[in-house]
Each structure stands twice: as C-alpha cells, then as structure tokens.
C-alpha cells in the first residue's frame, strides 16, 4: 500500500513560476526522497532529507520536512519547461532497503 | 558508470509465453529492485535483492519469478501472464548502508500482454 499521498495531483504553471508539491506519511520514517520521472521513463532521484534535517536545497530544489505533521514539500523556483515531469515523494526507513512512493503530482511548465 | 541498463525496451507477448526481462549496473550497488508502474500511477515494489539474495517478495502471482545470477544483473522471468500485467517494469539498485539510500533506475520495460 503506499505511504505517501501527494498533492496537488496535478499542477500546471507558467515558466518562470514557482511550483510546491507536498507530500503527507503515514508512520515514522528515517529519510523522505523525491523523485522525478519524464513521461513513461526511469525515475530520477532529486533529494534526500533525513528525519533529523528539517531543510534541504539543491540548485532551484527547496525541500522541507516537518516529522511531527509527517509531511514534506518540494519547491521548485524558477521553472522551466524541461521541469515538466511527474514528481513522487519516497519515505524511507531504517530497517529496510525499500522505500515506498506516494501517489505523483503531475506537473506541465506553459511557455 | 552510473547508469541502469534494461532490455529489451518494449515486449509483446502472449498469455503462453515465456520472456526474461533483464536489468545491468556496474555501480558496485548490493541492493537490486523490480518495480511495476500502471500509467499515472506510483511505482510499486515487487522484489529486492541484497547481496545477490531475495530479501523482500511483495506477494507477487509465481508468473514472475526473480533472480540475480551476480551482483551486476538482475533478471525477471516472466511466464503465462496476464492481461492486466502489461505495465512498465522498472528495475534499480542502491548501496546498501544503514538507512534507505538514493535508488538508481534504469528507463524501464514496456510490457504489453496479449
């Protein structure tokens, strides 16, 4: 079953915008990763936070994490077309190798 | 080399068939993954592989059987499938430290099930 819900299912913003994606869990968790897949390809890791870390950046990518709301946010500032792609949070866990998916948002960049 | 390799990239096969879909990284990675992806939908985790052993079967039908002949392959045979199995098949691998770590992906199987 997945962990992870995700809103909005789908976004759609002019370039140059700013777009948020968050991410909601269910049960503790020791990392939450975000991951990026272009139309019907392999998906690509964007960022790893920790449980312990509360803000995380990587060039336009600002992902925040609040365990005790057990959720998280993707922002991505200054879009560009090429960001247009489906956006899944990952949760993580101490024990174990796998990590489980939330339910994507689509995001489409309008030129 | 970072890169997850998976052939073939598109498969037709019928309900009688037999087919391996296979999946290569030379990352050194100890953990290998199998993943089924329905359109606009989550990937879903089928099998892990650590250090070449099955370490986690997530109820997957038997019509899909995993192995892992070395640390760098990883095969999914596939036999009298149905319908509803067509799907993208994505394959990945990771270090395997404490914790979960960043999974690499490979660009995935299109399967199509007559």
């Known amino acids: 079953s997945q962990q992870g819900e995700e809103d909005p299912q789908a976004l759609s913003i002019q370039e140059g915008e700013n777009a948020t994606m968050n991410c909601s869990y269910k049960?503790?968790?020791?990392?939450l990763q975000w991951y990026r897949q272009n139309s019907g390809r392999g998906l690509v890791h964007l960022i790893l936070?920790?449980?312990?870390?509360r803000e995380k950046h990587s060039g336009r990518l600002r992902v925040t994490l609040d365990t005790s709301k057990k959720s998280s946010s993707l922002l991505i500032t200054a879009s560009r077309a090429a960001d247009t792609a489906s956006y899944f949070c990952?949760?993580?866990?101490?024990?174990?190798?796998?990590?489980?998916f939330g339910s994507g948002t689509r995001l489409s960049i309008r030129p | 080399d970072t890169e997850v390799t998976q052939t073939p990239k598109h498969l037709v096969m019928g309900m009688t068939n037999k087919k391996s879909l296979k999946c290569e990284q030379h990352?050194?990675?100890?953990?290998m993954y199998w993943y089924k992806q329905k359109a606009k939908k989550p990937p879903e985790l089928m099998f892990v592989y650590s250090y070449e052993k099955l370490s986690i079967n997530e109820s997957v039908p038997s019509r899909f059987s995993p192995e892992c002949p070395n640390s760098s392959l990883l095969n999914l045979h596939l036999h009298a499938l149905q319908p509803e199995d067509s799907a993208l098949y994505l394959c990945?691998?990771?270090?395997?430290?404490?914790?979960?770590?960043?999974?690499?992906f490979g660009p995935g199987t299109r399967l199509t099930v007559l």
């Open positions: 990352m050194g990675h100890r953990a």
């Open positions: 990945a691998s990771s270090q395997l430290t404490s914790g979960s770590n960043e999974q690499f």
């Open positions: 936070i920790r449980s312990n870390e």
């Open positions: 990952a949760t993580g866990y101490s024990s174990a190798s796998k990590i489980i």
């Open positions: 049960t503790s968790i020791n990392n």
